[in-house]
C-alpha cells in the first residue's frame, strides 16, 4: 500500500511541476500581472506540497528533525489552498472587495499553519512514529490531523461554490472553462479530505478499513491533476480549441474527397485552382471543396431521375437525415453513371437543391456534405 501511495504521491508531484514548469515559460510577459504572480506562488505551494509527501513516503526524518517533511507538507497543502482561493478570487475581480478578502484568506492561512505547528510539537510530533500521522487515538495528535482535514475541506467547499458564479461573470470562454474544471477539481479534492477524514477516525478507533485507506491518495492525485489543467487552461485553452477546431475541419476536409473526387472528374471545370495536398490553408480549401461539391452536383442535375430515389441500403441508419444523406449519395452516383453513359433521364430534376436541403451556416452544410460524402463511400463500397 505504501508504494501505491508512492506512486500516487509521484504523480501528482509531476503534474504540479509540469503545471509550474509551463507558467514559468511565460514569466517574460506576465510577471507584471499580479494574478500570475499569486498563480506561480500558488503552484510552488503545490509542487511543495507534494515533494514533501513523497518525501515522508520514503523517511521518517527530513533534515534531521522527525517527522518534519509531514509538517512541511501540510502547512504547503494549507498555503497552497489559500492561495487557490485567492487566486480564483484575482480571477473573478480585481476590486476592493477582492483585495479584502484575499487579506482575510491570507490571515487566516497564516493563523491555521500556526495552530498546526503548535499542535505539532506539542504533540511530541517529532518523537512520534510516522503512522501515527495516518489515524491514532492521541488526543493531541487527533486534533492537529482533524484541523488539517477542515483547512483543506472549507477551501473545497467555497472554491466550488464560486466557481459557477463566477463562469457565469465572465465573458472570457477559456477562463469560464478554467472555473468549471476548477469546481471539479475541488469537489474531487473534496471527496479526498472525506476519505482522510474517515481514514483519521477509523485509525484513532481502531478500525482496519484495509486497501480502502488507498482512496484518499487517488482522489488526492486525480483531483490534483485536474487542478493543475484548470490552473493553466486559460493560457493554452484557446490555443487547444483552435486544434481542435482544425483537426475537425481536417476530418471534413479528408471526409469530403470521395464526393469531391468522382464530381471533380465528371465536371472538371469546378475547381477553381489545380488540386494539391497542401493543408496550410485548410480552412481555405475546406470552402473551396465545399463549393466544387455543390457545383458538381448542380452541373449533375439534368441527369438525376427524380423517379426514384435511389438504391438505400441496410447501412443508411435509422433517422431521417441518414435516410436522407443515402438517398441523395445514391441519386448522385445514379447520376455519375447517367452522364458518363449520356443517357438523360425523363424526368430529371433541373433546379433546386439536395432535396432542396437549405444550411443556414457554413459548419452545418460541412457536417451534411460529409454525410453524404460518407455515406456515397459506404455505397461504393457496397457495389
Given at each position: 500500500m505504501n508504494t501505491t501511495r508512492t506512486l500516487l504521491f509521484a504523480i501528482s508531484a509531476l503534474s504540479s511541476y509540469a503545471a509550474l514548469g509551463y507558467r514559468l515559460s511565460?514569466?517574460?510577459?506576465?510577471?507584471?500581472?499580479?494574478?500570475?504572480?499569486?498563480?506561480?506562488?500558488?503552484l510552488v505551494f503545490q509542487c511543495l506540497t507534494f515533494t514533501m509527501g513523497a518525501v515522508a513516503m520514503g523517511s521518517d526524518s527530513f533534515l534531521g528533525v522527525g517527522?518534519?517533511?509531514?509538517?512541511?507538507?501540510?502547512?504547503?497543502?494549507?498555503?497552497?489552498?489559500?492561495?487557490?482561493q485567492i487566486i480564483l478570487l484575482r480571477w473573478a475581480a480585481a476590486d476592493e472587495a477582492a483585495i479584502r478578502k484575499a487579506r482575510y484568506w491570507m490571515i487566516t492561512g497564516v493563523a491555521l499553519n500556526a495552530l498546526l505547528v503548535a499542535l505539532f510539537f506539542l504533540a511530541d510530533g517529532p518523537g512520534r512514529p510516522a503512522s501515527d500521522f495516518d489515524g491514532t487515538d492521541r488526543p493531541l495528535v487527533l486534533t492537529y490531523l482533524l484541523f488539517f482535514v477542515v483547512s483543506q475541506a472549507v477551501p473545497c467547499v467555497t472554491i466550488f461554490r464560486q466557481c459557477g458564479t463566477y463562469a457565469r461573470m465572465t465573458d472570457n470562454v477559456s477562463l469560464r472553462q478554467a472555473l468549471r474544471l476548477l469546481s471539479v477539481a475541488a469537489m474531487i479534492l473534496f471527496l479526498y479530505c472525506t476519505a482522510r477524514a474517515v481514514n483519521i477516525l477509523t485509525g484513532a478507533a481502531g478500525v482496519d478499513i484495509g486497501v480502502w485507506q488507498v482512496a484518499a491518495s487517488v482522489f488526492s492525485a486525480v483531483g490534483i491533476a485536474v487542478l493543475s489543467l484548470s490552473l493553466t487552461l486559460p493560457s493554452w485553452g484557446a490555443s487547444a480549441a483552435k486544434l481542435l477546431e482544425w483537426a475537425s475541419s481536417y476530418r471534413s476536409y479528408r471526409a469530403l474527397y470521395p464526393l469531391w473526387r468522382d464530381?471533380?472528374?465528371?465536371?472538371?471545370?469546378?475547381?477553381?485552382?489545380?488540386?494539391?495536398t497542401s493543408v496550410s490553408d485548410l480552412d481555405y480549401r475546406l470552402h473551396r471543396r465545399v463549393v466544387e461539391i455543390r457545383d458538381g452536383w448542380r452541373d449533375l442535375r439534368p441527369y438525376i431521375d427524380r423517379g426514384t430515389n435511389g438504391a438505400v441500403g441496410p447501412d443508411s441508419g435509422t433517422s431521417e437525415e441518414s435516410r436522407q444523406a443515402f438517398s441523395e449519395a445514391a441519386q448522385i452516383r445514379q447520376a455519375l453513371h447517367a452522364k458518363r453513359n449520356g443517357t438523360v433521364p425523363d424526368d430529371n430534376a433541373d433546379t433546386g437543391d439536395f432535396e432542396d436541403r437549405d444550411t443556414d451556416n457554413f459548419t452545418a452544410e460541412v457536417a451534411w456534405l460529409t454525410q453524404v460524402s460518407v455515406a456515397y463511400s459506404k455505397l461504393g463500397d457496397a457495389s
Open positions: 511565460q514569466v517574460r510577459r506576465s510577471w507584471r500581472e499580479s494574478a500570475y504572480r499569486t498563480l506561480v506562488v500558488t517527522n518534519l517533511a509531514i509538517l512541511l507538507m501540510h502547512l504547503s497543502a494549507v498555503a497552497f489552498c489559500v492561495s487557490a464530381l471533380y472528374e465528371a465536371s472538371p471545370d469546378i475547381v477553381l485552382e489545380p488540386p494539391g
